[in-house]
T-cell receptor
Framework: KQEVTQIPAALSVPEGENLVLNCSFT??????LQWFRQDPGKGLTSLLL?????REQTSGRLNASLDKSSGRSTLYIAASQPGDSATYLC??????????FGQGTTLQVKP | SQTIHQWPATLVQPVGSPLSLECTVE??????LYWYRQAAGRGLQLLFY??????ISSEVPQNLSASRPQDRQFILSSKKLLLSDSGFYLC???????????FGDGTRLSIL
């Protein structure tokens, strides 16, 4: 049974810092991995999707990497801003469309 | 462009009352549709998914049911709500299995 873990559960950094959020999964037979952002009381916004054949994806200040063999993904946020404060969720898909989510990392970027 | 709508945004219901949450998608045809629940301390859990009209798969046994009466309409229902049904309900769509999923703004359901 696939399990997804995100560490740390919460993170507080000063504005301008580069930071890394971690996601690990127990079954390496995945089709893709998605990173989402969730603002309080809101739905999820898709940030990046990495196919199993890819090593990384980039969008602006965000870079997501995938090491399928070790069951790990990281989300790198460069030059963090207060507007980046949110909960970040990773989810894996085994090509069934059934996403398995981690518990999320709640990020606070202090001005 | 594609959009997804969920309503209501918030709902307070007494135990034992019925429930109907609606989700519609615009700008695409024959999407895969999903219902998730986000309960406090439990993360996001897939409840139902549908690959076409009338085709519903349930992921976990529960007090809820789902229906897809039209191609881009997905409804989450219950005949009698339980306290444990409280949570944040999210609808999502994708072009196909394995593709990126796009989420609605969610419905906050509180059971009294």
């Amino acid at each position: 049974k696939q399990e997804v873990t995100q560490i740390p559960a919460a993170l507080s950094v000063p504005e301008g810092e580069n930071l890394v959020l971690n996601c690990s999964f127990t079954d390496s037979a995945i089709y893709n991995l998605q990173w989402f952002r969730q603002d309080p009381g809101k739905g999820l916004t898709s940030l990046l999707l990495i196919q199993s054949s890819q090593r990384e994806q980039t969008s602006g200040r965000l870079n997501a990497s995938l090491d399928k063999s070790s069951g790990r993904s990281t989300l790198y946020i460069a030059a963090s801003q207060p507007g980046d404060s949110a909960t970040y969720l990773c989810a894996v898909d085994s090509n069934t469309g059934k996403l398995i989510f981690g518990q999320g990392t709640t990020l606070q970027v202090k001005p | 462009s594609q959009t997804i709508h969920q309503w209501p945004a918030t709902l307070v219901q007494p135990v034992g009352s019925p429930l109907s949450l609606e989700c519609t998608v615009e700008g695409t045809s024959n999407p895969n549709l999903y219902w998730y629940r986000q309960a406090a301390g439990r993360g996001l859990q897939l409840l139902f998914y549908s690959v076409g009209i009338g085709q519903i798969s349930s992921e976990v046994p529960q007090n809820l049911s789902a229906s897809r009466p039209q191609d881009r309409q997905f409804i989450l229902s219950s005949k009698k709500l339980l306290l444990s049904d409280s949570g944040f309900y999210l609808c999502a769509w994708s072009v196909d299995a394995g593709g990126p999923q796009h989420f609605g703004d969610g419905t906050r359901l509180s059971i009294l």
